[in-house]
């Protein structure tokens, strides 16, 4: 019986888990925290509950996978519900879209913005249609050890132009300038540039439209129960508090691990969920391997980091979207304050994320809960302090939205809560706090990411945002399986 330490809950980590617990491996995760989730952690706070990460669900079908392959029912631990419409994209007061998949509602609203377009969404669609198919049923399944891997592909890559960016591709489809950032911001949710990913990621349209989205009753913490549960009802371990300080490695073989608490677990495989760059900085660190690999990511381009605002009202708002997107009035402007070095607090985008609207039990009696993002540049930019910069931003949030569409907001408010880059590096252990790991930049896509398993270390290996195929919830749960497979013929099973 092989024994596996998957380091952080995640849940990257814990759909790995779920697998290799399925197959009937033992699996242990360590969780430095008092919950797991990862990034999708949860806050309670003065009767609210608040999910600090990931929000949008695109591939149910994935999730479900996780229970079916236990003969399991995903209804019988938590319920997915439909969101409509997908998004509610807003340019000033007057201007915004319901981003659906409603074609004809969609071509409707279109024809408002121009009226030739529709013509080119048409093509678009079809476009990213292919690339879903190739890209993410075909790619994002596949593991990428070897260079030949990413040789195999390479006409495919080809065919759909994947060196071009994503705004780009939408460009040549699409005319009208508020469309052309309507089917291009999406590449964002995963930390990605829209002028400089690849266009791989015009996937994500296609996903969206081929399968909606989603949010889980309860919330995504709630998603997170679920799966934890169900690893624990198939035998699976799962220890709170634990934080990893150190892996130890002997002929070329990771054997155990050291926890803070002085704690030390055997393993005859080790996982980490955790941020990549410091997995070699910091756990394995004390080796000279450990420190060349860790300089030699830091050389990678990292994304963006993100400031979110959380907060609860004391009041419901019905005439609100589940997802909210606020675009600036320079698009390119907004995007270059992201990911370049000259920060402004000009042409902000704002993502209003309103659960509430679908579910009320996260809030209390007659209440709504909220958080309003910002994506912002990572810690690479060391010209922003963050403790002075917090206050600036949140006023300026709760300006917009009070302008927008929730009036009085800071009458109604009754409790908050703020998370910056700082955060993300200092409580997530996010390299340069960067929210989605690498960039998602074609040369740093499939085989050029940091690979599932070790290139030496034959029994360590990486799940997560920050291995192939990438972040968003789709992504980490599609390396679990891309890992788990790796594993499976590893060790013969």
């Known amino acids: 019986m092989k ?12 759909a790995l888990a779920i697998r290799l617990q399925t197959a009937g491996i033992s699996t242990i995760i360590l969780e430095q925290r008092d919950k797991p989730g990862g990034r999708a952690y949860v806050y309670k706070q003065d009767g609210f509950i608040f999910d600090a990460g990931p929000t949008v669900i695109t591939d149910p079908n994935s999730i479900k996978l996780l229970f079916d392959l236990s003969k399991n029912r995903m209804e019988n631990y938590v ?10 994209l807003y340019w000033g007061k007057e201007k ?56 195999f592909i390479l006409p495919k890559l080809i065919k759909i132009k994947a060196w071009k960016s994503v705004y780009s591709i939408v460009s040549q489809f699409i005319k009208n300038d508020y469309l052309k950032q309507a089917f291009s ?90 941020d990549i760059i410091n997995t070699y900085r910091n756990l394995l660190g004390q080796y000279a391997f450990g420190k060349k690999k860790y300089m030699n990511l830091i050389k990678k381009k990292m994304s963006n980091s993100l400031f979110v605002i959380y907060f609860g009202l004391s009041e419901q708002y019905t005439h609100l979207a589940h997802h909210t997107i606020f675009f600036p ?80 907001l800071r009458k109604k408010l009754i409790t908050q ?19 989605f790991s690498f960039a998602p930049l074609l040369t740093q896509s499939a085989w050029f990411r940091p690979h599932n398993r070790d290139k030496n270390l034959t029994n360590l290996y990486f799940v997560g945002a920050g291995t192939h195929p990438g972040a968003g919830i789709p992504g980490v749960i599609a390396s679990a399986n891309i890992t788990a497979e790796i594993i499976f013929n590893d060790i013969n099973l």
């Not at 024994?3 to 814990?14: N, P, Q, R, T």
């Not at 279109?110 to 993410?136: C, T």
């Not at 910056?420 to 929210?435: I, M, R």
């Open 96 to 151: 915004f879209l319901n981003y659906e998949d409603n074609i004809k509602d969609l071509e409707k609203q279109i024809a408002k913005f121009n009226l030739n377009d529709i013509k080119g969404y048409r093509l678009f669609l079809n476009y990213s249609k292919k690339v879903f198919k190739e890209g993410y049923l075909s790619f994002a399944s596949k593991s990428f050890l070897t260079i030949n891997d990413m040789l």
């Open 329 to 408: 009035s320079n698009y390119k402007k907004s995007i270059e304050n992201i990911f370049g070095k000259n920060f402004s607090r000009d042409n902000l985008s704002i993502y209003l994320h309103s659960p509430s609207v679908t579910d009320l039990s996260l809030a209390p009696t007659g209440c709504s809960t909220f958080y309003a993002l910002i994506p912002v540049p990572n810690l690479s930019n060391s010209s922003i302090n963050w403790s002075e910069e917090s206050i600036k931003l949140k006023n300026i949030v709760f300006m917009y939205l009070e302008q927008y569409c929730i009036p009085n």
């Open 417 to 435: 809560r703020i998370f910056t880059p700082n955060d993300f590096k200092d409580v997530l252990g996010s390299y340069l706090g960067s929210a």
């Open 185 to 274: 911001f999406n590449s964002l949710f995963i930390g990605g540039n829209p002028f400089s990913t690849s266009s791989i990621y015009t996937l994500i349209h296609a996903l969206e439209y081929e399968w909606g989205i989603w949010f889980p009753k309860g919330g995504v913490g709630a998603l997170i129960k679920a799966l934890i549960k169900l690893f624990q009802n198939l035998g699976g371990n799962l220890i709170l508090n634990s934080q990893v300080i150190s892996i130890y490695v002997n002929n070329n073989k990771v054997n155990k691990v050291h926890l803070k608490n002085g704690q030390i677990f055997d393993a005859d495989i080790i996982v980490s969920n955790a």
């Open 3 to 14: 024994k596996v330490i998957i380091i952080g809950a995640g849940i990257g980590g814990i």
């Open 79 to 88: 319920n997915l519900l439909p969101i409509k419409p997908f998004y509610r």
